[in-house]
């Protein structure tokens, strides 16, 4: 008798695939695990992914239910996350992996958490594995609101060429191939990409990622080796203030600053390792990553230095190093089928940081440039126990230390910070009765602060440090039930109610471009998901998430929790014959969010159609055509308010609204070739 739950998402695997370049396949060599029992917790293919019609590729992430993926700058920027009433900013909160590999940076020259996934190949994804809440033993530094890990595929059925073209310069190019090698399978990918989108100054994204991997074996016993490299540069029209286009200074489409951008870059080495014997499951996975990333913003425009202007420039490099392994054995408990997972990770940073002013991406002043090292371990067990056919419980802990280092060109703020923290996760499950099963979560998570804010005790002429040590991690406390229901054939439904406690919030802040950390925080909702496979050939979703945010001390400035969303929803229907038509429509809304503690400044709601309509021939080419933002709606992607200065204006500055429009519609037409 099976410990976890015996069904299967029978909605996941009858979902039509609706995309041109869906290169199917073989994936899971010492990937997916068992998604936790939890109403929220899910498993996703990669067809599912590949359905959507998007702008960007980590906008396919979108098929998570209640995450909202957007951006508010260039293109190659990383992207900005909501989730659970949370602006995860570039990814505080939410932790990503990418065949095992962490990509949330700690540390990160433009906040904390940073998780840049613009190298992503959609067409590679072979699954994509979601956890909300901090319950769930393998999740640790920023997993409080959730996690996703993604799989790629380890080979392909045939070979795939596509390109693409689009409005406003958008060009791509993709090839993806696998062939049998010395018993393995050698899959080889390169995705090549130019865009300049609507903006009067283009984005001039050129990017190009490429991966080669070797694999042997299958999901329980092989391995597989993989190299990844990634290339990116661009120019930003970053947030721009609302005040500025109603006065005609600048359109809709303008930019204050036309030489904020950077470039990015990142090279990693990674493998995993599966096999299975008569004691259980053993897996593990090591990894190398290099990256850097240039970064020149200017948010407040001559706020600070009313001669010069206020752009600076954000240096990250690094190298990371890491790995994970588990084991999961079976066993029996007064007669009860028993399964224990035990497991151990691992990552330490080697960064260079740095802050320095500039004028037209020109140096003229450095602030600060500091080195470094922080390196952390977890252990982690879990005992679920199948007690009846209707019981179910789950007991697991993670202990996580942390150890850093800081050499500062400030002598003042270098300095060595250690912390630990130990967390329970509980899970218990009751049923299923009449095709219906119940969960009570509780556990417990953290993330850590950006280790300059815990050794430093001198302003280095910035907003980016206060002279009040942070602390290094920062717990949070969640808790959750609901229910899952498959009493009607093809159809998921599901529905979580949610608590989640933080001892501090990290916010946003304009005028440095990074997250700093805040006052304590407390979010309640409640999230209702569906997903119906009404043939093999037709399914519809659809999902609603409302949540209420609010600091939990009293503070005259106000509870509301800047950029926090009370409402996100999403629907779409996805039609596909194996040849012939196929197609998807989806609907997107985000609602509106106040922006500053008194509520006094809200955002507007953004709402985006986007669709897609396509045709297999039987020689094995198919044409797409995706249209999005159908109704050319002129909302916002992303909003703010803070304090800036436009030429002419009071010496300090205004508050206003500062907003990165949604793009107006565009057409993009793929044709692919399978051969």
Not at 175 to 187: D, E, Y
Not at 646 to 652: D, H, I, K, S, V
């Amino acid at each position: 008798m099976s410990v976890t739950s015996e069904k299967t998402d029978a909605v996941a695997q009858t979902a039509p695939a609706a995309s041109a370049g869906y290169a199917g396949g073989v994936s899971g060599i010492g990937g997916q695990l068992l998604t936790v029992d939890s109403a929220s917790a899910g498993f996703i293919t990669g067809a599912q992914i590949n359905n959507r019609p998007v702008t960007r590729p980590g906008e396919v992430l979108e098929e998570v239910p209640g995450l909202i993926v957007t951006q508010h700058s260039g293109e190659g920027k990383a992207n900005q996350f909501f989730l659970r009433g949370f602006n995860l900013d570039h990814g505080t909160d939410i932790a990503l992996f990418l065949d095992g590999m962490p990509l949330n940076m700690r540390t990160h020259a433009h906040g904390q958490g940073y998780a840049d996934i613009n190298f992503l190949i959609p067409e590679l994804v072979g699954g994509v594995e979601f956890h909300k809440g901090p319950y769930f033993v393998r999740d640790g530094d920023f997993a409080s609101a959730g996690s996703v890990r993604i799989d790629y595929l380890d080979s392909v059925p045939k070979n795939l060429a596509l390109t693409s073209i689009g409005s406003f310069g958008y060009r791509r190019a993709l090839s993806i191939a696998s062939a049998p090698l010395a018993g393995g399978n050698l899959l080889v990918a390169a995705d090549a990409q130019v865009y300049d989108g609507p903006w009067v100054v283009p984005d001039a994204l050129r990017k190009i990622s490429t991966v080669a991997r070797y694999s042997q074996g299958t999901a329980l016993d092989g391995f597989s080796v993989t190299g990844m490299a990634y290339a990116a540069r661009w120019t930003a029209t970053n947030q721009i203030p609302e005040r500025a286009v109603v006065s005609g200074l600048i359109d809709r489409y303008g930019t204050l600053n036309p030489t904020d951008g950077g470039d990015t870059s990142r090279f990693s080495v990674s493998g995993k390792f599966s096999a299975t014997d008569t004691t259980g499951v053993t897996r593990a996975s090591a990894y190398v990553v290099r990256s850097q990333l240039n970064l020149f913003n200017d948010f407040t425009y001559f706020l600070n230095d009313p001669v010069n202007g206020d752009q600076f420039h954000q240096l990250d490099q690094r190298i990371i190093g890491g790995g994970e392994a588990l084991h999961i054995f079976q066993g029996d408990l007064f007669g009860r089928p028993m399964e224990n997972e035990i497991g151990v990770q691992t990552r330490t940073d080697t960064i260079r940081v740095g802050l320095f002013d500039t004028t037209n991406r020109q140096y003229r002043s450095g602030i600060l440039d500091d080195r470094v090292l922080e390196t952390s371990g977890a252990f982690y067990f879990d005992n679920r126990v199948r007690w009846t056919e209707w019981l179910r419980t789950a007991i697991g802990f993670r202990a996580d230390g942390y150890y850093a280092s800081v050499a500062s060109d400030t002598p003042a703020n270098s300095g060595r910070a250690r912390d630990g923290i130990v967390n329970p996760k509980l899970g218990l499950t009751l049923g299923p009765w009449f095709d219906t099963e119940l969960f009570v979560n509780y556990g417990g998570g953290f993330h850590s602060n950006d280790v300059r804010g815990v050794t430093a005790t001198v302003d280095p002429a910035s907003a980016l440090f206060t002279t009040t040590r942070a602390p290094f991690l920062v717990p949070s406390t969640g808790y959750e039930v609901g229910l899952r229901n498959r009493s009607i054939a093809g159809l998921e439904t599901s529905v979580a109610l949610f608590r989640l406690d933080f001892a501090s919030e990290n916010l946003f802040q304009g005028d440095t471009g990074t997250t700093e950390p805040s006052r304590p925080t407390r979010r309640f909702g409640v999230e209702w998901t569906n997903r119906y496979a009404v043939t093999p050939f037709l399914s519809l979703e659809g999902d609603l998430t409302i949540t209420n945010a609010r600091f939990s001390d009293a503070d005259p400035v106000g509870n509301r929790v800047p950029e926090a969303p009370t409402t996100i929803a999403s629907a779409g229907i996805t039609f596909g014959e194996p040849l012939g038509w196929f197609g998807s429509l989806r609907f997107r809304y985000f609602g509106p969010r106040p922006l500053i503690e008194d509520n006094s400044i809200r955002s507007r709601p953004t709402a985006l159609l986007n669709g897609r309509v396509g045709y297999a021939f039987e020689n094995g080419v198919s044409v797409s055509l995706d249209i999005l933002n159908l109704t050319n709606s002129k909302s916002d992607q992303i909003t703010y308010a803070y304090v800036s200065r436009l030429p002419g204006e009071p010496a300090e500055g205004l508050i206003d609204r500062v907003f990165h429009p949604v793009e107006p519609t565009a057409v993009r037409l793929t044709v692919a070739g399978r051969f």
